[in-house]
Nanobody, 121 residues
Framework: QVQLVESGGGLVQAGGSLRLSCAASERTVSSYGMGWFRRPPGKEREFVARISRSGSNTDYVDSVKGRFTISRDNGQNTVYLQMNSLKPEDTAVYYC??????????????WGQGTQVTVSS
């Protein structure tokens, strides 16, 4: 059964940085592109970033381009999201999932608990 566990969130001041991690099964990272989604308070979940199976191709929502970097380490079965120059509007619960389609959508039906990112001004 596929398991994805997010970690690395926290409370930071505007302009600060965090690195999120998504621990995934070998089967997951070898078979799918992976991505990050987030759910701001009172809003629906939205796409943030995706990375191809090889790690060579990435996509980002416009609001995070130049600030966030998605990467993966297939040997560690882990996907990362480096978040720099954080803004209060980045505050959300962040989730990972296998990703497909345009616009991107999460493949696996079950979403985990995510990791909370809170950015204060």
């Amino acid at each position: 059964q596929v398991q994805l566990v997010e970690s690395g969130g926290g409370l930071v001041q505007a302009g600060g940085s965090l690195r999120l991690s998504c621990a995934a099964s070998e089967r997951t990272v070898s078979s799918y592109g992976m991505g990050w989604f987030r759910r701001p308070p009172g809003k629906e979940r939205e796409f943030v970033a995706r990375i191809s199976r090889s790690g060579s191709n990435t996509d980002y929502v416009d609001s995070v381009k130049g600030r966030f970097t998605i990467s993966r380490d297939n040997g560690q079965n882990t996907v990362y999201l480096q978040m720099n120059s954080l803004k209060p509007e980045d505050t959300a619960v962040y989730y990972c999932n296998a990703v497909a389609g345009s616009p991107p959508f999460g493949i696996f039906n079950s979403w985990g608990q995510g990791t909370q990112v809170t950015v204060s001004s």
